[in-house]
């Protein structure tokens, strides 16, 4: 079984610095780090190092940092048969300037020239023998209609909520499980409480609705009645890049398993915080054996 995910996939450029500077001044970095991103792309390079067959349909464009976007994902283990070059395009990059003292940043990026992902280019074999599909939603019209291909072949999918974007609520409806970000929760005037989880999710038509809250951990509603407010772990947090992106595949490794919700989030939550504990989306990822050790050290 694996995880078929499509989405954004990125390079990312990173600076640590003792403290984020004011405008017109200048500021010396502590470190500089390059790694690949992007929210679905660095979910599936979770799964990967956790043992999880993943394959990933996005653009980049055909310029070095495109290059750069598919050796890490092959590196990870990650197939990237469905990863379309643009040409004469550039790839999506950011640039993130990171706080040493509180592992918060500030993320700047410029999305990829190309045109986005068509579903003709995702092949008509493009679920076999997936178990979850993974979408965030950038690219609206290729995002709706594998949900769409997914509900018929019974496939569930998870929705990567980061943001309101054009057609994500129908994309919601689509979905089994929606997790979405504190800054998607706020855009639409949700607020994290019971109350407000389970009429969403109901409105919704989902199974289950989960939003993040960073350091706040996270708060979760299913339809069986559920309700879990689930702790971030205490760490010392180096950089929370990609911590979401981290926690959704953690997340999605936990119901590939059959783990009850609980299990499944605390995993999450677990894995989403070693990666904390280094610079960069994808250099902080732990294996399993480092998650359930973390676990058992925290009880």
């Given amino acids: 079984m694996k995880v078929?995910?499509?989405?954004?996939?990125?390079?990312?450029?990173?600076?640590?610095?003792?403290?984020?500077?004011?405008?017109?001044?200048?500021?010396?970095?502590?470190?500089?780090?390059?790694?690949?991103?992007?929210p679905v792309a660095t979910a599936l390079a979770a799964l990967s190092r956790l043992g999880i067959r993943c394959s990933f349909y996005g653009v980049?464009?055909?310029?070095?940092?495109?290059?750069?976007?598919?050796?890490?994902?092959?590196?990870?283990g990650v197939d990237v048969s469905g990863l379309v070059t643009r040409r004469a395009s550039s790839s999506q990059v950011a640039f993130i300037a990171v706080e040493k003292e509180t592992g918060r940043r500030t993320i700047f990026w410029k999305r990829p020239t190309g045109g986005p992902?068509?579903?003709?280019?995702?092949?008509?074999?493009?679920?076999?023998?997936?178990?979850?599909?993974?979408?965030?939603?950038?690219?609206?019209?290729?995002?709706?209609?594998?949900?769409?291909?997914?509900?018929k072949r019974s496939v569930p999918v998870m929705l990567d909520a980061g943001r309101m974007r054009p057609g994500m609520i129908e994309l919601a409806r689509l979905s089994d499980y929606v997790v979405g970000s504190e800054e998607f929760a706020r855009y639409l005037g949700w607020k994290p409480t019971r109350e407000t989880?389970?009429?969403?999710?109901?409105?919704?038509?989902?199974?289950?609705?989960?939003i993040t809250l960073g350091r706040r951990g996270s708060v979760t509603a299913s339809s069986q009645g559920e309700y879990f407010d689930i702790p971030a772990f205490k760490i010392?947090?180096?950089d929370t890049t990609g911590a979401g992106d981290v926690f959704h595949g953690g997340y999605i490794y936990g119901l590939l398993r059959g783990w009850d919700l609980r299990e499944t989030l605390t995993f999450a939550s677990a894995l989403a915080a070693l990666k904390c504990m280094k610079v960069g989306?994808?250099?902080?990822?732990?294996?399993?054996?480092?998650?359930?050790?973390?676990?058992?050290?925290?009880?």
Avoid: N
Wanted: net charge negative; hydrophobic share 40%.
């Fill in 117 to 151: 992902l068509r579903s003709e280019e995702l092949g008509a074999g493009f679920l076999d023998g997936s178990g979850m599909l993974l979408v965030d939603g950038l690219m609206a019209e290729v995002s709706l209609y594998a949900a769409e291909q997914a509900q």
């Fill in 197 to 210: 989880l389970f009429r969403e999710r109901e409105k919704l038509g989902i199974k289950i609705l989960t």
């Fill in 4 to 38: 078929t995910g499509i989405g954004q996939c990125s390079l990312d450029y990173l600076a640590l610095v003792d403290f984020y500077p004011d405008a017109d001044t200048k500021k010396e970095i502590l470190e500089w780090h390059e790694q690949g991103g992007g």
């Fill in 236 to 238: 010392e947090a180096v």
């Fill in 60 to 76: 980049a464009g055909d310029d070095d940092a495109g290059d750069t976007i598919r050796r890490s994902l092959v590196e990870e």
């Fill in 281 to 299: 989306g994808r250099a902080g990822i732990p294996k399993l054996e480092e998650v359930m050790k973390f676990l058992k050290k925290e009880g």
